[in-house]
T-cell receptor
């Protein structure tokens, strides 16, 4: 157990809809990252939040957005869903970020999103 | 650009046999390296990590990995494979700038024959 919990575990959405995925970080962790893992591929970095602000982003369009709350829980929002957004979305938490941290990133079980 | 290569898409071994999964990385600075395992329908579990120091790293479930800077490699090994080791294995490099991100390889799928 990593102490990172995600919800929902599975969901199905229609193309064009919006979705919100949630993540509760491991206790004491103030940094959360989100990754997208398409079927048969390795996870791809979406973005990272540190102390409630986005401080790093991968190659994903603006319709992928997020929030981090004062208790360090987090949301991933995806607008105008496309078929290619179907994937496993992984949340990861850690303490500190960048060169200030040498710590490991712990992943949750993920949320499976299917867009039809 | 940073990247991770796992040359073997799929490997099949017999239970009790030894295992080596290959990983090569491209990163300009001293790398932070990880191996994660993912069982079907599950999230990622950290097997081991290398940040600095001893280049032979011990992990959970009897796995070990060796960092070889000259070869830009971080191969994962296990002396005797168990049927429960069948899973997808991901090698990854941690990139540390103003933020952390982990770049994953494409994964190696391991099948174990009883």
């Amino acid at each position: 157990e990593t102490g990172v919990t995600q919800s929902p575990t599975h969901l199905i959405k229609t193309r064009g809809q919006q979705v919100t995925l949630r993540c509760s970080s491991q206790s004491g962790h103030n940094t959360v990252s989100w990754y997208q893992q398409a079927l048969g591929q390795g996870p791809q970095f979406i973005f990272q939040y540190y102390r409630e602000e986005e401080n790093g982003r991968g190659n994903f369009p603006p319709r992928f957005s997020g929030l981090q709350f004062p208790n360090y829980s987090s949301e991933l929002n995806v607008n105008a869903l496309e078929l290619d957004d179907s994937a496993l979305y992984l949340c990861a938490s850690s303490f500190g970020t960048g060169t200030r941290s040498g710590n490991t990133i712990y992943f949750g079980e993920g949320s499976w999103l299917t867009v039809v | 650009a940073q990247s991770v290569t796992q040359p073997d898409i799929h490997i099949t071994v017999s239970e009790g046999a030894s295992l080596e999964l290959r990983c090569n990385y491209s990163y300009g600075a001293t790398p932070y390296l990880f191996w994660y395992v993912q069982s079907p329908g599950q999230g990622l579990q950290l097997l081991l990590k290398y940040f600095s120091g001893d280049t032979l790293v011990q992990g959970i479930k009897g796995f070990e990995a060796e960092f070889k800077r000259s070869q830009s490699s971080f191969n994962l090994r296990k002396p005797s494979v168990h049927w429960s080791d069948a899973a997808e294995y991901f090698c990854a490099v941690g990139v540390k700038t103003s933020y952390d991100k982990v770049i994953f390889g494409p994964g190696t799928s391991l099948s174990v024959i009883p």
